[in-house]
């Protein structure tokens, strides 16, 4: 029974990391383009993967939770860190990129409807944010220790 639980967390793991490579690729050449059509359809993408991210959360943390429970690792130090850390990100990842897309996705909605929010110049600050890359990085980073934490085993 442990291997389908195993098996369950792991399908989430995928999933997230398929939404999120998306949500990355997306994030990472947003930084470079100027087209507002392109741009509307690049955060479209990016906001289409939301359901495969909701799906996988509730499969990655509802099969790890119960793999912990059903290997008896809840007295290990290693699936505590992992778990604190996975929401942890969750947090972060709302509270830094979250807001940014929320106000480009505002400024594309508006423009679209032949207005301006903001000038070309502005919209090239907007764009050019490091956000973007310290959120991929911090990403990357948290989901090779989480990783690590979970086939190593540490303590």
Do not use: C
């Not at 939770?65 to 505590?80: C, E, H, L, R, T």
């Not at 929401?87 to 979250?98: E, R």
């Amino acid at each position: 029974m442990y291997e389908w639980i195993v098996l369950i967390h792991i399908v989430g793991v995928l999933g997230f990391m398929f939404s999120h490579g998306v949500s990355a690729a997306m994030a990472l050449r947003l930084r470079h383009e100027r087209n507002p059509d392109r741009i509307r359809v690049m955060l479209q993408i990016s906001n289409s993967s939301l359901s495969v991210f909701y799906v996988s959360v509730v499969l990655l943390l509802g099969g790890g939770i119960w793999a912990g429970f059903n290997g008896s690792w809840w007295d290990q130090g290693w699936i505590w860190v992992a778990l604190g850390l996975f929401l942890a990100n969750l947090i972060f990842m709302y509270a830094l990129p979250a807001p940014y897309y929320k106000k480009i996705r505002e400024v594309m909605t508006i423009e679209e409807s032949s207005s301006s929010a903001v000038a070309p110049a502005q919209l090239d600050v907007m764009l050019r944010s490091n956000i973007p890359l310290i959120v991929v990085v911090v990403g990357l980073a948290s989901v090779l220790f989480i990783a690590y934490l979970m086939v190593i085993k540490p303590f």
